[in-house]
């Protein structure tokens, strides 16, 4: 049976799956540094005074050393990682992203056996073998990419470092998510990424990049963006990893790229083949035997 840990990945991976078609659209006309400042600071806004009336408990009785972990966790997987991957989105596309991203559970369950000691049981790797192979047949081929980036491995490389920032970063906050309320760590992680962009913001040489045209931005797709595909999929993302391994809950967000092309269908019309409905019945065999792992001794 699942657990709370594994319900929360799932719905983690569905909900960024709305953000990311949402940001796609969204990059047309907002510069990559300047969304990422935004959207995490609409999610700040609305969150911090739930958390500091008290819906999560009081301040938490973090050590100096963890704050500082948390605070630098919230800078690498969210300030960082996060404008790298809208960059890398930008040029690539979200079908090309999603490739990219299954990078992710692999680093994740690499960092997690070195750093956290954890190891899967038979029926999860054969999951993590199923959802890996579903999401690879849900991208499409070279040939059909509807688009062409002029910077195609800056891309790829621009991509592949925000993945695996945001591995690392989920991975060096995985023992204090486990002891600590979800939404203060969640506040603080907000916090630190949102006081390392603006600091950036103010450096005169990078004001260039955060300029874009008020009056052409679609604000409520933007709050939509922010308060869904950030804020709720952030407080999921990291609730998964709080009450589930690092490695499980790495591998249950990966079928976040297979969420992006069924909601692309529905929403967008997108037309679904037979090799991506092979892709999403493998990946959603993967998730039942990850949960079903759960259970194995």
Aim: hydrophobic share 60%; aromatic share 8%.
């Amino acid at each position: 049976m699942a657990g709370i840990g594994e319900v929360l990945a799932l719905g983690s991976a569905a909900t960024w799956a709305v953000g990311v078609i949402l940001a796609r659209q969204l990059g047309a006309t907002i510069p990559p540094l300047s969304l990422n400042l935004l959207k995490n600071a609409l999610v700040l806004l609305a969150l911090a005074p739930l958390v500091l009336l008290g819906v999560d408990g009081a301040w938490p009785s973090l050590p100096a050393g963890e704050l500082a972990v948390v605070l630098l966790s919230g800078v690498l997987g969210i300030a960082v990682a996060d404008t790298l991957y809208f960059r890398a989105l930008n040029e690539l596309g979200a079908g090309r992203m999603g490739i990219i991203g299954n990078l992710y559970s692999p680093l994740v369950l690499l960092l997690g056996f070195v750093f956290l000691d954890e190891r899967l049981a038979w029926p999860q790797w054969l999951g993590f073998a199923l959802v890996a192979g579903g999401v690879l047949l849900v991208g499409r081929p070279p040939g059909q990419w509807q688009t062409h980036p002029r910077h195609a491995l800056r891309g790829v490389l621009i991509g592949m470092l925000a993945i695996a920032l945001m591995a690392v970063a989920i991975v060096m906050v995985k023992r204090t998510l486990e002891t600590q309320p979800l939404l203060w760590i969640t506040l603080l992680r907000l916090a630190g990424a949102v006081a390392g962009l603006a600091l950036v913001a103010a450096l005169p040489a990078l004001r260039p990049a955060f300029k874009f045209d008020a009056r052409a931005v679609p604000w409520p797709r933007l709050l939509i963006a922010a308060w869904l595909g950030q804020g709720l999929s952030m407080v999921l993302w990291l609730g998964g990893y709080k009450y589930t391994s690092a490695s499980v809950a790495a591998i249950l967000n990966e079928s976040a790229s297979v969420f992006v092309v069924v909601l692309a269908a529905l929403w967008l019309r997108e037309p679904l083949g037979r090799r991506a409905y092979a892709g999403v019945m493998l990946t959603f065999t993967g998730i039942v035997c990850m949960l079903l792992g759960r259970a194995s001794p």
